[in-house]
């Protein structure tokens, strides 16, 4: 399994982005999928999964209402739609497969994830 993220870049707050995960590997589109990211000085904290069984959404209470996670798996992919977006969202995002096929996702912890993609870079700053 292979992840890719992207669409990172520097917008102003309240501006919107949209982060891709493209992925790759056999029964892909039946693992749990999570967002994390991880600011300067700061652990890597957990945003938003999706999981791989039924599809069901999980979001950090950080960005509740503001990000909305989801996935085409005609196509592979995985998206975060980032809006209302906040200096405090700031950090290096990546993208993460669950080691476990059609499981339910978690954002508490990142033991069950053993697939990783590159991480890309939000800014929010005027």
């Not at 309240?14 to 991880?38: A, E, H, K, M, P």
């Not at 096929?101 to 005027?126: E, F, K, P, R």
Request: charged content about 15%; hydrophobic content about 25%; proline content about 2%.
């Amino acid at each position: 399994v292979q992840l890719q993220a992207s669409g990172g870049g520097l917008v102003q707050p309240g501006g919107s982005l949209r982060l891709s995960c493209t992925t790759s590997g056999t029964y892909v589109d039946y693992y749990s999928i999570g967002w994390f990211r991880q600011a300067p000085g700061k652990e890597r904290e957990g945003v938003s999964c999706i999981s791989g069984s039924d599809g069901n959404t999980y979001y950090a209470d950080s960005v509740k209402g503001r990000f909305t996670i989801s996935r085409d798996k005609g196509n592979h992919q995985v998206y975060l739609q980032m809006n209302s977006l906040k200096s405090d969202d700031t950090a290096v995002y990546y993208c993460a497969a669950d080691t476990r096929i059609l499981g339910q996702c978690t954002i508490t912890s990142t033991g069950t994830y053993g697939y990783w993609g590159q991480g890309t870079l939000v800014t929010v700053s005027s």
